[in-house]
């Protein structure tokens, strides 16, 4: 492969934003220089010119469905199409969610998958394991090494992986030597409200996905979030609280530094990006679980990101065929495909046609031209560094000398629109079609291969 200099970059990293230069050997950084420093010999076999763009971290998408058990015969996606389509994102590295089929609640069916990403993914890969309320022993027996999390389902979704036994759930927290994961639903809210909205709705033209925030309302999150927090507390288990999306959980959360945290939590692109009046024109197409929800919300859980409440950004990309949301309210799946538009919708939404400015600029007037640092800093702790610490997920994550070299090339200033033609997700479609951002991803390294078929590795966790 030979040495790779990246030179005149505007790196954005570890809170700076700076000109300089980041020098590939193999799959590893082997060294990150200022404008002002001197690079180490001229033996380069590539040199890539990037002047005007910005290199960061690859994304490290901690929320995944890719719905391949390793069956490789589900029609709304597989790790081989959905890789790629986080590949064109920026994503560089994915941590997959256990309700496929099979599902993953045992160490046979994590290694099944394990093999299966070997040998289809584009992007580094690791996986939760599933609790479920009879494999807690089982689950707390595998090594805390080889996988990412104990994913939980406080409220069902797809794949039916409900743990509603109390007894259970004490075990499982009390006894976890990972990280727990979990979806908080109250069921017993959902399903009361459920039945009375079906009973009001169902087969009228009232039937839409406007009802889903009603049915999977704030009541639902707050008082599942707020009893896995009281468990967490209880017995010292450190808990993310996985797509937050409603103010009123932010009340249980704390902005203490995240080395230093319990309880941590993640948000959605969708979740920022959208509110309950896209309901109007996008329908089941934003129908997903926990539901989106008010612009009080959504605007609630932007400035708690400011304020480091919320630690970590994650897609919850979660395909469903084209058919099947196209089905009414109450039969339609819940999902959204978001994985291949992760990055672009957040600097989107902090920069707009703002971006347009920087068309055809060098990197320094990038630096002197007014780009908001800190959101920009933000974004890239939330989707880079923050999931690398929080998972200790090795040796990625930061542009250092000695990490894995997982980079990303976005050019501000360039239009682009969704269109079916431009997915590569096996399902064909996305609520952004006819959206225009105002950046691209230009250029995708993993493990230091810039090529579209750069060989993933299997994610290392040190905790």
Known sequence: MGRTLIQNAAIVNEGRLFVGSVVIDGECIDGVFDASEALPGSDFAHVVDTDGMLLLPGVIDTHVHFRDGGNHDNPAGTFFSESRAARAGGVTSVIDMPNTTPQTTTL?????????????????????????????????????????????????????????????????????????????????????????????????????????????????????????????????????????????????????????????AEVTPNHLFFDDRDYATLGNRIKCNPAIKSNDDRLALWAALADGLIDTIATDHAPHTAEAKARPYFDAPSGIPSVQHSLVMMLESVFGVDWTR??????????????????????????????????????????????????????????????????????????????????????????????????????????
């Open 108 to 264: 046979e069916a994590l290694q099944r998958k394990e093999d299966m990403a070997a040998t289809d993914s584009v992007v580094n890969y690791g996986f939760m394991l599933g609790a479920t309320n009879d494999n807690i022993d089982q689950l707390l027996a595998v090594a805390p090494e080889r996988y990412a999390a104990i994913k939980l389902f406080l409220g069902s979704s797809t794949g039916n992986m409900l743990v509603n036994n109390d007894m259970m759930l004490d075990r499982l927290f009390r006894d976890a030597h990972k990280l727990i994961v979990a979806h908080c639903e109250e069921e017993r809210v959902v399903q009361a409200n459920m039945i009375n909205y079906k009973h009001e709705f169902q087969g009228t033209a009232d039937e839409t996905a406007a009802l889903h925030p009603k049915i999977r309302n704030s009541e639902a999150c707050f008082l599942s979030t707020y009893h896995a927090v009281e468990r967490a507390r209880r017995f010292g288990t450190r808990l993310h609280v996985a797509h937050l999306s409603t103010a009123t959980e932010l009340s249980l959360l704390s902005n203490f530094d995240l080395k230093n945290k319990l309880i941590t």
């Open 358 to 463: 920087w068309r055809g600029c060098t990197s320094q007037s990038l630096l002197a031209g007014g780009v908001d640092f800190e959101q920009l800093t933000m974004i890239v702790d939330k989707m880079c560094h923050a999931p690398a610490l929080l998972f200790g997920i090795k040796d990625r994550g930061f542009i250092r000398k000695g990490s894995k070299a997982d980079l990303v090339l976005v050019r501000p200033g360039v239009e682009q629109t969704v269109s079916k033609e431009t997915l590569l997700y096996k399902c064909g479609w996305s609520p952004l079609e006819g959206q225009t951002f105002h950046s691209r991803v230009e250029r995708v390294w993993v493990n230091g291969d810039d090529s579209a078929s750069s060989r993933a590795e299997r994610l290392e966790f040190t905790r």
